[in-house]
């Protein structure tokens, strides 16, 4: 709790700046940056990516529910305020924010290998960690606890072997399997299985456009359709989007157009 204080003591008056950089570990951060790797950089490995940040949310909402560690808020009110909290909410070790950044940012940096993109994940991941400690919502050691694991998930997701995806059948028995754990595990598990199995299903068969108007367009109006899918979706479901199994559904879909029906659909852009 000392360090939370000191930081803010350090740093006073910058509740707002904090809570706009804890905004790039959210949810709708990571459908544009899972999106626009998959769609101009590498869809294979688009996909990969995809799944280990799934499996990395999964596994950190696991941990959470084992370790039944409080936050610092919950310790103490007055070190937070009520929309620092919304970004965290349930038990608090590891930092699933700081662990989902570590998964997605050292993937890309391991795999390109380029001074700027080490640069920048280091930055990112750094500051995004920092932010979960001065909004009082993470302790110290929540977020070097989800920074290891999310670093081993991104080493164990570059240089363990690729293979083929599995026979179709063996895929639906896994989405199956993905479901019922979803619907054991409640909403924020939901998301994560349901992202892995609709990437499960998706080919990524397709090459990015090469002329950049084409990337611009294909990247933007894929962005702007991913977005309606996910929100029609969430106003369509209502509350169920907030439970296991819809929230598998939600996920499974708008992973599943992303990565197989907008590249299909765009296709005449992609020669």
């Given at each position: 709790?000392?360090?939370?204080?000191?930081?803010?003591?350090?740093?006073?008056?910058?509740?707002?700046?904090?809570?706009?950089?804890?905004?790039?570990?959210?949810?709708?951060?990571?459908?544009?940056?899972?999106?626009?790797?998959?769609?101009?950089?590498?869809?294979?490995?688009?996909?990969?990516?995809?799944?280990?940040?799934?499996?990395?949310?999964?596994?950190?909402?696991?941990?959470?529910?084992?370790?039944?560690?409080?936050?610092?808020?919950?310790?103490?009110?007055?070190?937070?305020?009520?929309?620092?909290?919304?970004?965290?909410?349930?038990?608090?070790?590891?930092?699933?924010?700081?662990?989902?950044?570590?998964?997605?940012?050292?993937?890309?940096?391991?795999?390109?290998?380029?001074?700027?993109?080490?640069?920048?994940?280091?930055?990112?991941?750094?500051?995004?960690?920092?932010?979960?400690?001065?909004?009082?919502?993470?302790?110290?050691?929540?977020?070097?606890?989800?920074?290891?694991?999310?670093?081993?998930?991104?080493?164990?997701?570059?240089?363990?072997?690729?293979?083929?995806?599995?026979?179709?059948?063996?895929?639906?028995?896994?989405?199956?399997?993905?479901?019922?754990?979803?619907?054991?595990?409640?909403?924020?598990?939901?998301?994560?299985?349901?992202?892995?199995?609709?990437?499960?299903?998706?080919?990524?068969?397709?090459?990015?456009?090469?002329s950049w108007p084409k990337r611009l367009i294909f990247a933007g109006l894929g962005l702007a359709l991913v977005f309606g899918v996910y929100v029609g979706l969430g106003l369509g479901m209502g509350e169920l989007r907030n439970q296991g199994w819809g929230a598998f559904i939600r996920y499974a879909i708008v992973a599943f157009f992303a990565a197989e029906l907008w590249p299909g659909l765009a296709r005449p852009l992609l020669r």
């Open positions: 709790m000392e360090i939370v204080r000191a930081l803010q003591e350090a740093l006073p008056g910058l509740q707002g700046f904090f809570l706009l950089l804890t905004q790039l570990g959210s949810e709708q951060a990571y459908i544009v940056l899972l999106a626009l790797y998959l769609w101009l950089v590498d869809p294979v490995m688009g996909r990969r990516l995809g799944m280990l940040v799934g499996f990395s949310y999964a596994l950190n909402a696991g941990f959470k529910e084992w370790f039944d560690q409080p936050r610092p808020y919950q310790i103490d009110p007055r070190v937070s305020f009520p929309e620092a909290e919304a970004t965290g909410t349930g038990n608090g070790f590891p930092s699933g924010h700081a662990q989902t950044a570590a998964t997605y940012w050292f993937f890309v940096a391991l795999r390109h290998r380029r001074g700027w993109l080490w640069a920048l994940a280091v930055g990112l991941v750094g500051l995004i960690g920092l932010s979960r400690i001065y909004l009082g919502v993470h302790f110290l050691s929540d977020v070097l606890g989800g920074l290891l694991i999310g670093v081993g998930l991104a080493l164990a997701g570059v240089y363990f072997p690729v293979r083929e995806l599995p026979p179709t059948f063996l895929r639906a028995f896994a989405a199956i399997f993905l479901l019922f754990l979803s619907i054991a595990g409640g909403k924020d598990v939901g998301v994560a299985l349901g992202l892995v199995a609709g990437l499960l299903f998706s080919n990524t068969n397709f090459s990015a456009p090469q």
